[in-house]
């Protein structure tokens, strides 16, 4: 029987490189944002690397992987059912406490965020810094990503009932087949001459996966801070923005890995449910609400958004280096998601 150790457990809580990076990540981008034609270009890389990243992985998984991802249905359903039914209901359950420390129009973000699709690179890099399910996680992130394009807009009506119109974006259609799916896809096609060359330099994998995670912070962080985010709330409220945040995701991360593990999926499949279920999308959110909101204070329904998606990224990389970890011993409980 193993005892208690504070050793141990102050060995647990020390951060890796990894998370050190997303904390550096995220100072420069407070103190040094891109802004300009400077937002311009790294927008441009964290898109070359974003491609590349689908890319590797759509050389790296066999065509039998592929075909089993995207065949697991019960892992798709219960990915759509936290990002569409689990979150919204969440949110409207919280909202005596919402009320409390925030504003209406910070709530309304909240019930804004709630409605909105999973995020795609950033659950799929998660999966994959894991070693989860990559073929399912990108099956689900993309469906839920697709999907929202149509769902969220209804949602939005239904819990914020504002009567905002809302359209669908075939733009944002094209960006998920254009960013994604033929990267993957061109991946699939060369990986009979390409497979083995990945397979042996898997550091470069693992290289692109957390690159491309601290370019989306960096680029989203400096976008936030560009737009007055020191600048729009007090401090107390900023503060209590970011704990209700944190426990929403904590709410949705516990339920869905006890869910998960009750319903028998293996641990591959888990890791897809907890990071795919979990995600709520800033590059879908934000053209979204500009168009549900075109009279409503923008910036205040974004806002809970942006902190959100920056909580997730930082929660979620510290969960999947403990998952990664999982062969020397250090499975993850549920009480530390």
């Known amino acids: 029987m193993s005892s208690f150790s504070p050793t141990a457990l102050l060995r647990n809580l020390k951060p890796d490189n990894f998370t050190i990076a997303l904390l550096v990540t995220v100072a420069l981008a407070t103190f040094l944002p891109c802004t300009g034609q400077t937002a311009v270009v790294f927008g441009h890389v964290t898109t070359v690397a974003i491609g590349a ?10 065509r039998e992987a592929v075909v089993a991802g995207v065949m697991h249905w019960r892992l798709h359903l219960l990915v759509l059912a936290s990002t569409f039914i689990l ?22 973000g909240i019930l804004f965020l709630c409605a909105l699709p999973s995020t795609v690179q950033s659950s799929i890099a998660l999966t994959a810094m894991a070693r989860g399910n990559v073929p399912a996680a990108i099956c689900s992130a993309s469906a839920s990503n697709f999907i929202g394009i149509f769902l969220a807009p209804i ?22 087949v254009m960013q994604l799916l033929l ?19 898997k550091v470069m994998l693992k290289f692109v996966d957390q690159g491309s995670i601290l370019l989306v912070v960096y680029t989203a962080f400096s976008e936030a801070v560009s737009e ?54 800033l590059a879908s959110g934000v053209p979204m609400a500009k168009v549900l909101f075109a009279t409503h204070s923008l910036g205040m329904v974004i806002l809970p958004l ?18 990664a970890r999982r062969d020397e011993g250090q499975e993850v409980p549920a009480s530390t998601l």
């Open 87 to 108: 979150f919204p209901l969440l949110g409207l359950a919280l909202r005596p406490l919402a009320l409390t420390f925030l504003t209406p129009d910070l709530y309304v």
């Open 306 to 323: 942006m902190l959100f998606h920056q909580i997730q990224l930082m929660i979620c990389a510290v969960i999947a280096q403990r998952y």
């Open 155 to 176: 949602l939005v009506g239904l819990l914020v009932a504002k009567g905002a119109e809302s359209k669908s974006s075939v733009d944002a259609v094209l960006s998920i």
């Open 53 to 62: 990243l689908f890319f590797l992985h759509g050389a790296k998984l066999s």
């Open 183 to 201: 990267p993957f896809l061109a991946g699939q096609f060369l990986r009979r001459w390409i497979g083995r060359w990945v397979d042996r330099h």
């Open 228 to 281: 007055g985010l020191w600048h729009t709330i007090s401090v107390e409220t900023l503060v209590a923005l970011g704990l209700f945040s944190i426990l929403l995701l904590a709410l949705v991360l516990g339920l869905m890995t006890f869910i998960s593990r009750r319903l028998g999926f293996s641990k591959e499949d888990e890791i897809a449910i907890v990071f795919c279920g979990s995600k709520k999308s």
